[in-house]
């Protein structure tokens, strides 16, 4: 039986960078609007998405799909970070491969200055080819590109400096200067589902992130894999934090008008519904019970009634269990 955690859950929302043919895309006043009330309400984290364009024809075959629009990532967390005073936020997660390295390090210690120290720096290899033709960027070799990546932003971070001449990325007597509020930089969050990646994040990351399992008894084969990778590469296993996201279908969400395909592709996250708060607080306490102690919660749709409806979830979750 899974022993009990002890330490604080933290609770957090992915807040919409992206728009649609279904519905309009927010902009800056309505995500500072939907984050400042986010906050006031008592959710501990903020997250925004780090695509470039979403191409659903191309991703996941489905014809007559719209394009999707994306604000950039970073441009909108600085902002972020300069109208909240108590949240923790992050990208979920940067894609690496978009920026270099070495400025995208010096980019997440600037952002953790802006907050206060509030950062979490999520960082992934990217997956969805269209949106890197589309821009420019080499689509080979992800995962070695990100190894490369992590390696000179972990260093950065954690000692201020870096060189390596790699394969994909070079970097000469590299230092970052000045330094963000935290000696070390910000915590790092990496998500990885493949043997590979998650040894890497069992040797960069400070945080495990899993998605696609809505059921928390469901989560153990997950944790056994984490907790192998931590032991290749000889680290303590309860030294790497876990978290997970959850995506929740509120009432026109996830069943809306857009096409069924495009549903059945973001069906992966194996979205929840809120039936009632009692319920979803009860799934994400079964997660704490798992040892996950950083919850990310998208739902759908995604706006200033459904931060009210997962309002009382929060409340819930404050109070010990009956």
Known sequence: MAEQVTRALKVGLVLPLEGHADEAIAHWNDLKTMAQHAEAVGFDLLWLVDHLIYDFAAMAGVPDVPVWGVWECWSMLSALAAVTTRVELGPLVACTSFRNPALLAKMADTTDEISGGRLILGLGAGYHESEFRAFGYPFDHLVGRFEEALRIIHSLLRTGAADLQGTYY???????????????????????????TRRLAARYADYWNGLGISDAANLAPTREAVDAACAEVGRNPTTLERSHFLAIDLPGGYERSYATEVRQFRARYAPLSLETPEKLANVIRAFALEGVGLIQLWPEPNNMASIDALAPVLQLLRQSPE
């Open 170 to 196: 070079n970097v000469r007597e590299c230092e970052l200067r000045p330094r963000g509020p935290r000696h070390g930089g910000p915590p790092i969050l990496i998500g990885a589902r493949q043997p590979r």
